[in-house]
């Protein structure tokens, strides 16, 4: 065991005693912030890995098929969807969304915590279908802050942006769904937040049980206590 993967859990085989890797979700209102710390955290933290969603929606300028999202049409979508491919998916500012469930079902199972960047009804869906799952929400500070960052970063034609909008409220709602709220207003400490949340979870007990086990066992032949 590499002491990397002491604090991560993540081991293949018997040598893990089974442990299944952590499914994170991570949901915000669009402009939210959560891209952004996203990819702090798969800089910061080794041993996650990211689930790349499928989507119905155009790529944006500098967005890459595969690495973004899968860009798909609504018929390979539909396909996938029929053969119970998606572990969810969901309607989303007027596209089709879905995490793919082979992806996650095998990183887990190899022991790779993951994150799944997806909107609230996706979190509800996960929620409700599978077993252990630790969510967080990522909170803009306020309205107004969302509202400028989503103009600033110009990737949406005007009706969208407003769509996008008019759903944000709904959205910042279900946070009381989460386990975790990590407000956004300086990007440094909430990406920090955000990492100690993954490291944190790593440290429950009922997932370093096996590494506790293995320690006790070194201690078999220690002195006995006079
Ligand atoms: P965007 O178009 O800005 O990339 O994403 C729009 C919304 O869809 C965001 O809230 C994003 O988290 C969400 N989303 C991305 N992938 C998925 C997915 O696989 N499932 C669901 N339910 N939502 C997703």
Redesign the pocket.
């Known amino acids: 065991m590499s002491e990397e993967r002491a604090g991560s859990g993540a081991q293949s085989g018997d040598a893990n005693g089974g442990y299944r890797g952590i499914l994170f979700v991570i949901?915000s209102p669009?402009g939210g912030g959560k891209g952004t710390l996203i990819r702090r955290l798969l800089n910061a933290v080794p041993g996650v890995s990211y689930s790349v969603?499928w989507?119905t929606?155009g790529p944006r300028a500098g967005e890459t098929d595969g690495v973004n999202y899968h860009f798909v049409t609504t018929e390979e979508f539909a396909r996938m969807r029929g053969r119970g491919g998606f572990l969810?998916?969901?309607v989303?500012?007027g596209h089709l969304?879905?995490?793919a469930r082979s992806v996650v079902e095998q990183d887990l199972s190899e022991g790779h915590d993951i994150i799944l960047?997806?909107?609230v009804?996706?979190a509800a869906a996960v929620r409700a279908t599978m077993s252990s799952v630790v969510s967080v929400f990522i909170l803009p500070p306020s309205f107004e802050v969302l509202r400028a960052r989503l103009t600033a970063r110009m990737t949406e034609r005007p009706d969208e942006l407003e769509l996008r909008l008019r759903n944000a409220r709904g959205e910042v709602e279900q946070y009381r769904h989460f386990d975790y709220i990590v407000l956004n207003d300086v990007v440094e400490r909430a990406a920090a937040q955000l990492a100690s949340i993954v490291w944190a979870e790593r440290a429950r007990r009922d997932r370093q049980e096996w590494v506790a086990r293995r320690v006790l066992k070194t201690f078999a032949h220690a002195p006995d206590v006079e």
């Open positions: 949901s669009s969603s989507t929606r969810e998916w969901a989303v500012h969304y879905g995490t960047e997806i909107d009804q996706g």
